[in-house]
Every structure is written in C-alpha cells, then in structure tokens.
C-alpha cells in the first residue's frame, strides 16, 4: 500500500465550478501537508501549505486537513481554465532525524482540466 | 530571480553511456533533492543532500550517484544508463529540514530523458 493515495483522474470541469481534489494517507507521522500545482512542462509549484489539521483559504483554494481520518482535501472555487494543471499533494514528517528527515512524500497528482 | 536550472531539459541516450544532469540553485538552499516522475507513480525521490558533502539515498537510489561539493550545485550522475531510466527528472531544493519554511520546495524545470 502505498502511504499516499491521490485519484489520478482526469478530471474535467466546465468554467466556474467547483473543484475538489482529495487524499488518504496512512502514516500518522505526517504532520506538514502541501498541494503543489504543475503546469504542463514545469515543475512542481507549492500551491497551499497546512500544518496538521485544520482549514487554510488563499483566494478561490481552501485546503483542509482532517488528521483523524488521514484525509486531506483541496478546494477550488470558481474554477478557471488557468487552473488547468496536475494538482499533486505532499505530505511531510515532523522528526529531527533519520533518512525521511526533510522528505516530501508525493500523491500520483490528479490532472485537472477546466473547459471554458 | 530565486530560482533552480537544470541542463539539459531534454535528453535521448543509448543504454550505458554514462551522463550528467546538472542542477544548480541561487537561494542558498542548504537541502536540495533529486525525483523521478512517473505516469501513475507520482514524484519518488531518488537522492537528497542535507548540505556540502553529505548526502543519503531516497527511495530509488539504484542506478544514480550524486555528489554536493558546492552549496549550490547537486548533479546527478547515471553511470551506465538503462531503459528503465527513462522518466522526467526533477531537481529541487529548500531551506534547513528545522526552518520554518523548509516544507516549501523549489523545483527546477525538470529533465527529459529517453534511454533506448
């Protein structure tokens, strides 16, 4: 099993709905929780940045953590077709040491595209 | 511009002629770390580098070396290059694992390479 689940898609959506992008997990150790956007041909962007659980909003994007389920979800609103990406999230320990020091485990990304 | 290159961004090889792909970083990243991307498999990290001179497998180290005698640089190096390599490879970097801000990752442009 792999310890971040993420449903690759793809997912299409017409102009100005909403979107929503989710992810299990199953190590409890993750305590930082990222969604970095990819555009075509470019790397990995951070998007929006959660530590533990809670909700976080940034314009049209609420990500929200719940760590009792190990469920993480991003919201879009009013989707645009600039939001056409691969939406990938990450999540990250919190432990001062061993090799998973610093490491970001990915989701598989889920391609969005949004049609005008 | 804060920002990470890698050289080259597309690159076609024959099976065990040995390559590098360059990366470098302008923000004084003490963390930098390579991934692989794979339909299907997300981003796997193959080596990261805590700082100058010292460096630690991710989860698929085989195949690759790396080497970090500058803060700035952190190639990645294929001896002898095998089909199985072929994927999008993404450089990146960020600050110290106990920084505030370390969640955050800077990723290069990525690289193509096809070994056939």
């Known amino acids: 099993q792999k310890e971040v689940e993420q449903d690759p898609g793809p997912l299409s959506v017409p102009e100005g709905a909403i979107v929503s992008l989710n992810c299990t997990y199953s190590?409890?150790?993750?305590?930082?929780f990222m969604w970095y956007r990819q555009y075509s041909r470019k790397g990995p962007e951070l998007l929006m940045y959660t530590y533990s659980s809670g909700n976080k909003e940034d314009g049209r994007f609420t990500a929200q953590v719940d760590k009792s389920s190990k469920y993480i979800s991003l919201f879009i609103r009013d989707s645009q077709p600039s939001d056409s990406a691969t939406y990938l999230c990450a999540m990250r320990g919190r432990r001062a040491g061993g090799t998973s020091y610093g490491k970001l485990t990915f989701g598989q990304g889920t391609i969005l595209t949004v049609h005008p | 511009e804060a920002q990470v290159t890698q050289n080259p961004r597309y690159l076609i090889t024959v099976t065990g002629k040995k390559l590098t792909v360059t990366c470098s970083q302008n923000?004084?990243?003490?963390?930098m770390s390579w991934y692989r991307q794979d339909p299907g498999l997300g981003l796997r990290q193959i080596y990261y580098s805590m700082n100058v001179e010292v460096t630690d497998k991710g989860d698929v180290p085989e195949g690759y070396k790396v080497s970090r005698k500058e803060k700035r640089n952190f190639p990645l190096i294929l001896e002898s290059p095998s089909p199985n390599q072929t994927s999008l490879y993404f450089c990146?970097?960020?600050?110290?694992?106990?920084?505030?801000?370390?969640?955050?990752?800077?990723f290069g442009p990525g690289t193509r390479l096809t070994v056939t």
């Open positions: 923000m004084n990243h003490e963390y």
């Open positions: 990146a970097s960020s600050l110290r694992p106990t920084s505030p801000r370390s969640y955050e990752q800077y």
């Open positions: 190590n409890s150790a993750f305590q930082y």
